[in-house]
């Protein structure tokens, strides 16, 4: 897969033009642009680069209601955080990617629903999120992949975490 068409694919076709080949060019150029010492391989050049140049198709935040807040600006209707659903719960995040996901895959349908994933590389605590088509999730994986980006859905991680401490079966 071309780097456009993993552009366009995380922005769900909304990066376009010369904003996209302008993009394209930059994240490219990524592993051999000045950077700052934290930025420690070229994989990582990239993720930066490409959390920069779509940070207005990302949601960000170190708390999940934030991240929500965020992802509920991208719609005209979505629901508002689900606080009374996390209360007196064991402070696992899971809860609210299963309700998240829920919500996501009944937008869209005609594309098969929306999907969040998450992408590594940052440099701090706060998660970068984008809402793709739910059909491109696997496809956007691969490609980041090839670069060395590591980009995974926060739902599947979550799972992974609580299969681990043995807190639900799997």
Request: a negative charge.
């Amino acid at each position: 897969m071309l780097l456009s068409e993993l552009l366009t694919k995380l922005t769900c076709g909304d990066l376009e033009g010369e904003e996209l080949d302008a993009a394209v060019t930059a994240i490219t150029n990524a592993p051999s642009a000045p950077r700052d010492e934290w930025i420690d391989s070229d994989a990582h050049a990239y993720a930066v680069a490409i959390l920069w140049h779509l940070a207005g198709y990302t949601a960000s935040g170190d708390k999940l209601d934030e991240l929500h807040e965020q992802i509920q600006d991208m719609f005209d209707e979505f629901p508002d955080f689900p606080y009374a659903m996390l209360e007196g719960g064991d402070g696992s995040a899971l809860p609210y990617f299963e309700w998240l996901d829920t919500e996501l895959a009944q937008r869209a349908v005609d594309e098969g629903g929306y999907d969040l994933i998450q992408i590594d590389g940052n440099g701090t605590d706060q998660m970068d999120a984008l809402v793709v088509y739910r059909r491109d999730t696997n496809d956007i994986i691969q490609a980041a992949a090839l670069m060395g980006v590591t980009i995974g859905r926060p739902l599947t991680y979550y799972r992974g975490i609580e299969a681990m401490v043995g807190k639900r079966p799997g």
